[in-house]
């Protein structure tokens, strides 16, 4: 059993910050976290979904969709079995539904930006009003 909880979704306004974090569980996985890609998508009502962030398993690699570059950060502890995603300097824009993935598969950042990731959260609301 692989499960992912995103949290910390909430309401704020343009230019503030917020950190999601995405808990995996489940005994096989949780114990081999740490050999996980892992991932941000988001999705927009209306639109399609859009890759946000990627970080490798031992954290020396991240990967960021152009319009995130420079204003979201990515990153693991391992040791909690956690991803993270640091939001800054918010826009309207990044309003959307976040989805944490993993995929254990070690395929690059662009073959996960096409096609996803094998396990995927719920989803936590992000919005960003004006």
């Known amino acids: 059993q692989v499960q992912l909880q995103e949290s910390g979704g909430g309401l704020v306004q343009a230019g503030d910050s917020l950190r999601l974090s995405c808990a995996a569980s489940?005994?096989?996985?949780?114990?081999?976290?740490?050999?996980?890609?892992m991932g941000w998508f988001r999705q927009a009502p209306g639109k399609e979904r859009e890759f946000v962030a990627a970080?490798?398993?031992?954290?020396?690699?991240?990967y960021y969709g152009d319009s995130v570059k420079g204003r979201f950060t990515i990153s693991r502890d391992n040791a909690k079995n956690t991803v993270y995603l640091q939001m800054n300097s918010l826009k309207p824009e990044d309003t959307a539904v976040y989805y944490c993935?993993?995929?254990?598969?070690?395929?690059?950042?662009?073959?996960?930006?096409?096609?996803?990731?094998?396990?995927w959260g719920r989803g936590t609301l992000v919005t960003v009003s004006s």
């Open positions: 489940g005994r096989t996985f949780s114990s081999t976290f740490s050999r996980y890609d």
């Open positions: 970080i490798s398993p031992s954290a020396s690699s991240a």
């Open positions: 993935a993993a995929d254990a598969r070690g395929y690059s950042a662009s073959y996960y930006l096409r096609y996803g990731m094998d396990y």
